[in-house]
């Protein structure tokens, strides 16, 4: 069983937010803990939302709780009134995450049964003890990088197996392949996106992330994957052009990495469509068929290319053609 971060700053952070509610001699310290736990969040970002939408809660409930309980009295109607005008308050001002924690403070001041100034400012110092605690841990937040790393290499993986497996089918009509790869990486981009998003979250000045555009990019291939494999499985026979499409694809397979190298291959893919375009015309249906679908697949590999091209500077300078 895997302890997750969250857990362990719960864990911290309630036994040490009493403790120091403790130590401050507040009344209800037990209520600095519960203010702690509802405090800690999967991001600062989100931590930071949190606790101004809380704190901005709690000063506004304190302020119905007195008017309410001290004018009209300490009676369960009465704060069901109260609450009733309070949680709208709070969605006309967007703070709608701080109702839990507002209603900690409520419940104390009802029990009081005769609030005071110094028990206002009891439960103020509260509020602070117990959302500070929970701000203060929320500001280490572990590097994901290693995460997003790892899911990048898993893609790559699939990318190599797929532009292998089309090459063999086209080569060998091998029908062994399930194209779990597929449907896997579609998981694995899910995945990356949620890492992605709360790295982002967690670097409050950076609206920009590194893997964030890789992970769009590549997302884009895979719906263009989906788009060849009907392609692919429709050839009925193998000719010299398609035989060339395999080759090409087994090249593709062996040179799937995060830099850009694409240039290369739109210059092949270039002399591949000439190379087709000097063939004899079809003569039978099935020829037909076959030139129609190696040419959608050629056009489907150039957007293919050209979403690498895009994605970033080219790692290698294009050769200056001769005049």
């Known amino acids: 069983m895997k302890i997750g971060y969250r857990t362990i700053k719960t864990a911290i952070g309630t036994p040490l937010s009493i403790s120091i509610a403790q130590l401050f001699g507040l009344t209800n310290y037990v209520s600095a803990g519960i203010l702690t736990i509802l405090c800690i969040q999967p991001s600062r970002k989100r931590s930071f ?37 309070f949680i709208p308050t709070t969605v006309f001002f967007k703070i709608t995450p701080g109702i839990s924690t507002s209603t900690v403070v409520t419940l104390n001041l009802y029990s009081s049964s005769n609030i005071t100034f ?20 929320n500001l280490y ?33 091998d029908t062994s392949w399930k194209g779990n790869e597929i449907t896997d990486s579609e998981d694995i981009l899910k995945e990356a996106n949620h890492l992605v998003e709360r790295d982002r979250e967690n670097h409050l000045l950076r609206n920009k992330h590194p893997y964030r555009d890789y992970f769009r990019m590549r997302a884009n291939q895979i719906e263009l994957f989906k788009k060849m494999l009907p392609l692919v499985t429709n050839l009925p026979n193998t ?22 190298t694409a240039i290369i291959y739109l210059d092949q893919l270039k002399e591949l469509r000439e190379e087709f375009n000097k063939v004899e015309l079809p003569t039978t249906q099935e020829e037909f068929e076959t030139r129609a679908n190696l040419f959608q697949l ?26």
């Open 298 to 323: 050629m056009h489907e590999i150039e957007d293919y290319l050209m979403i690498k091209k895009k994605f970033k500077e080219s790692d290698i300078k294009h050769p200056k053609k001769k005049k």
């Open 49 to 85: 939302y949190s606790a101004w939408h809380r704190f901005l809660a709690c000063m506004i409930a304190s302020i119905y709780a007195l008017v309410f309980f001290e004018l009209l009295g300490y009676h369960p109607l009465i704060l069901g009134l109260m609450l009733a005008l």
């Open 118 to 137: 110094a028990l206002l400012i009891d439960q103020y110092i509260l509020i602070i003890v117990g959302i500070g605690t929970g701000l203060l841990l």
């Open 141 to 173: 937040m572990p590097s994901l990088d290693k995460n997003l790393k790892e899911k990048q290499e898993k893609l790559e993986e699939n990318f190599r197996i797929i532009l292998y497996e089309y090459s063999r089918y086209i080569k060998y009509k």
């Open 239 to 260: 000719d010299l052009i398609s035989e060339k499409i395999a080759n090409f694809f087994e090249k593709l397979s062996n040179s799937v990495h995060p830099g850009n």
